[in-house]
């Protein structure tokens, strides 16, 4: 069992910065990939970025590469995602995710998620 918590959305204007924390704990975290998720109204969850674990190889969203960065923080078992140059069209609910084994960015096959988080960008 894992269990996910996110922390850290709100507002922000359109050019400006978030940083998500999501704390995991549970089984050993080495064995699994971390993801990001995003979910805006009436729209599919989409990925967002993850986190292997084991190798510590990082996968993003061509719509925010250049712009969020996945990170994590061994001793403290947390995963961050740094958000940079916030645009309106990233407004949603983001959502920290885990799977065992390797990346993925099929929502379907992550087993564990947090509650959410909020995310609204104003232009």
């Known amino acids: 069992q894992v269990t996910l918590v996110e922390s850290g959305g709100g507002l922000v204007q359109a050019g400006g910065s978030l940083k998500l924390s999501c704390a995991a704990s549970?089984?050993?975290?080495?064995?699994?990939?971390m993801g990001w998720f995003r979910q805006a109204p009436g729209k599919e969850r989409e990925f967002v970025a993850a986190f292997v674990w084991r190798d510590g190889k990082a996968y993003h969203a061509d719509s925010v590469k250049g712009r969020f960065t996945i990170s994590r923080d061994n001793a403290k078992n947390m995963v961050y995602l740094q958000m940079n140059s916030l645009k309106p069209e990233d407004t949603g609910i983001y959502y920290c995710?885990?799977?065992?084994?390797?990346?993925?960015?099929?929502?379907?096959?992550?087993?564990?998620w947090g509650q959410g988080t909020q995310v609204a960008v104003s232009s």
């Open positions: 995710a885990a799977r065992p084994g390797e990346w993925s960015d099929r929502a379907v096959l992550y087993g564990y």
């Open positions: 549970g089984r050993t975290l080495s064995r699994y990939t």
